[in-house]
């Protein structure tokens, strides 16, 4: 009999294996053991094109044989995945459908695995499947308190399978935001919650930090070697986070001067989330340019976007960089008129009139 401390302490672990889908095996394992089933209990997930046990507690040799060839043939998880959403079936019943099929005869018979409840838990072309297997009895698996037991735990299975593709999904945004951040080479981004915690930063920020020229990070938080602006950056993170009493945030910009006497960093300090985010959750995105970081777009680029020769895209990488019509003749080998035609066509395609306007346009093409 299944007390009441039994059945929560699963529902809890169901719930926990949501949160970590690693743990659901061990789930399975208390499933097995609160049925009493011989064989083991399942998770499966259907991909449209086949189906996989992904938590398991069924023995290694019958789910080698499933996965190389009687998966394929599995015709009771397939009228359990075409059947209604939260029925408990009993194998029997599934069974019946193809008594002397190969599937039966040759593994569920062989494995002591003919015997059991499944029930379909989510709709959709890939449904998830829950099972559990055993072997079959004088007396029938699918009792009235089984069936009851395996029901009352279809909706928290439900509920964790939306939680865990909640959360899948939602990890797999943040990646994708962290990826598109990081390929933002020329600007440092780093992220701040309402301790003024670093809690994220690309690569680009990543890299100004490990120089130590004017910034670091002491004790999880940004720090600076000059101090004034160390409590401009605090002020405000606290204006981008709401915490100086306004009632909008604001941002912030600021020089961060370095002891190695290049240009200072320039930073701005911006909210990064909705006004309505509790204090607790609020973050401040915090953005470092380096000033002598030069950046220009690559030759491949100007010809794709411009259609630009390859000579000419080479001529206005130097023009962006500052060279006069002389210095660029004679580190291409070019006769000054050559170059001047050059530099007629790529105002031309660009549609620009002056060197400056042109570096202008460019630049702010750049990545």
Known sequence: MVTVEDFSRVVSSIYDSA???????????????????????ALVLADGVSRAPQSVTIPADALT?????YRHIDYLLEAVENGPVGQVRGSQELIALQPNAEFHMDWMRPHRLNDGLFVRLTDGPEPATWLVATEKRSE???????????????????????IQHDLS??????????????????????????????RYLNTAAENIVRRHDGLTIRDGSFEFAHPPADTTLRHGINAALGQTGSVVRGGTSLLCPRPSGLRPYVIHVLPF????????????????????QHPQPDTEMLRRLYGLTTAEAAVAIRLIQGDGIKPIAESMCLSAGTVRTHVQHIFDKTGTHRQAELVRTLLAISL
């Not at 044989?65 to 060839?69: G, K, M, Q």
């Not at 009792?143 to 909706?155: K, N």
């Not at 989330?273 to 002598?292: C, G, N």
């Open 140 to 162: 029938p698996f699918d009792t009235v308190d089984r069936v009851r037991l395996a029901e009352a735990l279809v909706p928290h299975f439900q509920r964790a399978l939306r």
């Open 273 to 292: 989330q909705h006004v309505t985010a509790p204090l607790a959750e609020s973050r401040a995105l915090v953005l470092i340019l380096d000033p002598e």
């Open 169 to 198: 999904a939602a990890t797999h945004q943040i990646r994708n935001i962290s990826s598109a951040m990081d390929n933002v080479t020329r600007i440092g981004m780093a992220v701040v919650d309402c301790a003024l915690s670093v």
């Open 19 to 41: 949160v970590q889908p690693e743990q659901w095996t061990a789930t399975m394992a208390d499933l097995h053991t609160m049925f009493e089933a011989t064989g083991g209990a």
């Open 65 to 69: 044989e499933y996965a190389e060839y």
